[in-house]
């Protein structure tokens, strides 16, 4: 079983850039994909970006393409998404999770959750 902990969440303002990070440890994970989701208030938990371990390959949501960058960082056992221009659509509870799949942007095929960091924009 891999444990995932996220962190780096906060309250920034619209345009500000912020990082999240989410650290894995356990299992060996060097199959698995991780993903990043989000999920606001009253809402689904949505899609956002994920990254294959060891090839680096990535792939993200359309509302967050050109502003998001999913990374990993083998040595640390960490994979980070670094968020840009944020706006305050993007304010959100951010989750990682892992999957066996590649391509998947359903929550349903990924696992091992973290507890999640919050962000907040304020316009």
């Known amino acids: 079983q891999v444990q995932l902990v996220e962190s780096g969440g906060g309250l920034v303002q619209a345009g500000d850039s912020l990082r999240l990070s989410c650290a894995a440890s356990?299992?060996?994970?060097?199959?698995?994909?991780m993903g990043w989701f989000r999920q606001a208030a009253g809402k689904e938990r949505d899609f956002v970006a994920a990254i294959h371990w060891d090839s680096g390959r990535t792939y993200y949501a359309d509302s967050v393409e050109d502003r998001f960058m999913i990374s990993r960082d083998n040595a640390k056992n960490t994979v980070y998404l670094q968020m840009n221009s944020l706006k305050p659509e993007d304010t959100a509870i951010y989750y990682c999770?892992?999957?066996?799949?590649?391509?998947?942007?359903?929550?349903?095929?990924?696992?091992?959750w973290g507890q999640g960091t919050q962000v907040t924009v304020s316009s």
């Open positions: 999770g892992t999957s066996n799949i590649w391509v998947t942007r359903s929550k349903a095929n990924f696992g091992s």
């Open positions: 356990g299992r060996s994970f060097s199959l698995y994909v």
